[in-house]
T-cell receptor
Framework: NAGVTQTPKFQVLKTGQSMTLQCAQD?????MSWYRQDPGMGLRLIHY???????DQGEVPNGYNVSRSTTEDFPLRLLSAAPSQTSVYFC??????????????FGPGTRLLVL | AQKITQTQPGMFVQEKEAVTLDCTYD???????LFWYKQPSSGEMIFLIY??????QNATEGRYSLNFQKARKSANLVISASQLGDSAMYFC?????????????FGSGTRLSIRP
């Protein structure tokens, strides 16, 4: 099992450009989420999904779109990149169970720099 | 709304000493779960320990234990006999609700540095 994979590992964008951060998991997890981590700070939830076709907003959703057409993939789209979106982006997944203690499995992160 | 607060931006501890990292939370949901994660300088997120709101005993995992004080809404992480490899960022996180179908939010973290 590869776990949670994210591509690319590093990306430089110019202000106004669009791009999609890819996230995939091979553990058949229903729950997937996207976080951003700014330097020296904690993770802030952008969007999350509890299954294919179902997404919801987190703490900082503005400027980001998501879709979930399959269980495996949960791409994050930046429509018009801004310098304030410079950050490290983490994708995470977990099974959807009647157990609260299921932790999330994190991908390695994508480092994004917007000039 | 759920909220997690970590008031210690950074801590220095001597090797082999015990260390307590503070975490307070706020929620109106009687059912919730609390997590601690470690993030070394390499950047990956490592799950350490979990405590459920209805758990009768404090959680323990090896050198990690959770000092859960429900009335005070605190869930402090205790690391016994600290090691150099414990130097990292530590995050407290919370999930509300009766299942794993709800979002997890994080605190701002504590940077722990272990002195030899």
């Amino acid at each position: 099992n590869a776990g949670v994979t994210q591509t690319p590992k590093f990306q430089v964008l110019k202000t106004g450009q669009s791009m999609t951060l890819q996230c995939a998991q091979d553990m058949n997890h229903e729950y997937m989420s996207w976080y951003r981590q700014d330097p020296g700070m904690g993770l802030r939830l952008i969007h999350y999904s509890v299954g294919a076709g179902i997404t919801d907003q987190g703490e900082v959703p503005n400027g980001y779109n998501v879709s979930r057409s399959t269980t495996e993939d949960f791409p994050l789209r930046l429509l018009s990149a801004a310098p304030s979106q410079t950050s490290v982006y983490f994708c995470a997944s977990s099974p959807l169970l009647l157990r609260m203690q299921e932790t999330q499995y994190f991908g390695p992160g994508t480092r994004l720099l917007v000039l | 709304a759920q909220k997690i607060t970590q008031t210690q931006p950074g801590m220095f501890v001597q090797e082999k000493e015990a260390v307590t990292l503070d975490c307070t939370y706020d929620t109106s949901d009687p059912s919730y779960g609390l997590f601690w994660y470690k993030q070394p300088s390499s950047g990956e997120m490592i799950f350490l320990i979990y405590q459920g709101s209805y758990d009768q005993q404090n959680a323990t995992e090896g050198r990690y234990s959770l000092n859960f004080q429900k009335a005070r809404k605190s869930a402090n992480l205790v690391i016994s006999a600290s090691q150099l490899g414990d130097s990292a960022m530590y995050f407290c996180a919370m999930r509300e609700g009766p299942s794993s179908a709800s979002k997890i939010i994080f605190g701002s973290g504590t940077r722990l540095s272990i002195r030899p």
